[in-house]
């Protein structure tokens, strides 16, 4: 599917291959934010409901008034806007409110927090690099704490201390019977990330395997559970928003 992200889309109910309503469910996983005005020329007042229920904007029957579905997508991309101001508000009151997890008021510290804070706004992987001990895991925390990523998890994995052998289930989970051992399903760090961020540390310590393995989750957003037929999307790894590194 087109991983572009849109403001507001019309749709039918009934298409070749997939129901609107199915294209906004598909939709509304990756980008909850965008709007739909769908329409029917099987129009019911218990159809009309569950549509708004699903997820819709609003409902409009065939045939199509032109003028109210003009007034229809104005008012939604003013309704979308004014969502868009309200979380853009409270992102910056709760900025205000919380404490820095950084602390200095050197001319360097003044300068990598200023870089946190821009970073924080992108829709970039962020790569964090220093010496042992100079606070790269706060950053990326600081990152985190300033995104609209915020209020959703921050997951932590420490590349060095994954045995190769389980690379691959750590981070992306596996099925039940996948291996020996496999009783039940279980989600990676990818999945426990969801919506927010991940932080994978000491990352150059990966074997060139293991970096392969990243690779495609970094630049399509996209893992394979271990024994899963299927791809699944990552909404902490695709842009945007960012994966923290």
């Not at 409901?49 to 991309?77: E, F, H």
């Not at 003013?78 to 602390?103: F, I, T």
């Not at 691959?168 to 051992?181: D, M, N, P, S």
Request: aromatic share 4%; hydrophobic share 40%.
């Amino acid at each position: 599917m087109n991983t572009r992200l849109y403001n507001l889309v019309l749709t039918d109910v009934r298409m070749p291959g997939a129901s609107g309503l199915e294209l906004m469910k598909e939709v509304k996983a990756r980008s909850p934010d965008t709007l739909f005005i769908v329409m029917t020329a099987y129009s019911t007042v218990e159809s009309a409901v569950r549509t708004i229920k699903d997820g819709a904007y609003d409902y409009l029957a065939k045939p199509l008034d032109l003028q109210r579905l003009r007034v229809l997508v104005l008012k939604a991309l003013e309704h979308q806007a004014v969502m868009a101001e309200n979380s853009e508000l409270r992102l910056r009151l709760r900025k205000r409110s919380e404490p820095s997890l950084l602390v200095g008021n050197s001319e360097a510290m003044r300068a990598v927090t200023r870089l946190v804070e821009e970073v924080a706004h992108s829709d970039v992987t962020v790569l964090v690099q220093g010496e042992s001990g100079t606070g790269k895991e706060i950053v990326a925390r600081t990152i985190h704490h300033l995104s609209p990523r915020g209020p959703r998890p921050f997951v932590t994995v420490n590349c060095a201390a994954l045995p190769e052998q389980l690379l691959e289930a750590e981070l992306f989970g596996h099925v039940k019977g996948a291996f020996t051992g496999a009783v039940a399903s279980k989600a990676g760090r990818f999945q426990l990330a969801d919506g927010g961020s991940l932080f994978l540390d000491e990352i150059g310590d990966l074997s060139p395997k293991g970096q392969g393995d990243l690779l495609r989750v970094l630049e399509d957003g996209c893992f394979r559970m271990v024994g899963a037929p299927t791809w699944c999307a990552s909404t902490c790894a695709s842009s945007p928003p960012p994966t923290r590194i």
